[in-house]
């Protein structure tokens, strides 16, 4: 499952969902990403997507992790609009048999999510000023590890 939503979720309820009726997944893993305060920098984050096209990359990245992986099943809920510090924007959940592939493939979705996935986000302070994110370079680095042969 992928959705984008503009509604608060509790990743909880979205893990107690997933793993309802697996007697033959061996290992879940989870992954909850939750808005910074940034020491009081930032009030609002807000984010940006395509529907549509946002979704197709999305599955794309994850379909390939559910072949590289074996994984049984994966789940990805994406927060866009405005979020609040301390609300969960990303939840990322993977099924395997065993344990390293379902971490290993959690670990992939979100680097992909970070650095690749088509979002557009912007930071607002307190002062009512707005600046746009790009990835980091540690999320760029962080990718190339899963494209080294």
Not at 40 to 51: I, M, Q, V
Not at 63 to 87: E, T
Not at 116 to 142: L, N, S
């Amino acid at each position: 499952m992928i959705a984008l939503t503009d509604q608060p979720f509790d990743p909880g309820v979205l893990l107690t969902a997933f793993c309802k009726d697996r007697t033959e997944t061996g290992a879940v893993a989870t992954f909850t990403g939750l808005a910074r305060a940034e020491q009081g920098a930032t009030t609002t984050l807000e984010l940006e997507a395509y529907p549509g096209f946002t979704q197709a990359e999305i599955g794309r990245i994850a379909d390939g992790a559910r072949d590289r992986f074996k994984l049984d099943d994966f789940s990805i809920v994406h927060r866009v609009g405005q979020i609040a510090p301390g609300d969960a924007i990303v939840f990322v959940a993977t099924a395997a048999g065993h344990r390293r592939a379902a971490f290993e493939a959690c670990d992939f979705l979100m680097d992909y999510l970070k650095s690749r996935a088509p979002f557009w986000k912007k930071e607002t302070g307190p002062d009512g000023a707005a600046r746009w994110i790009e990835p980091r370079p540690q999320d760029h680095a962080d990718i190339t590890r899963w494209e080294t042969p």
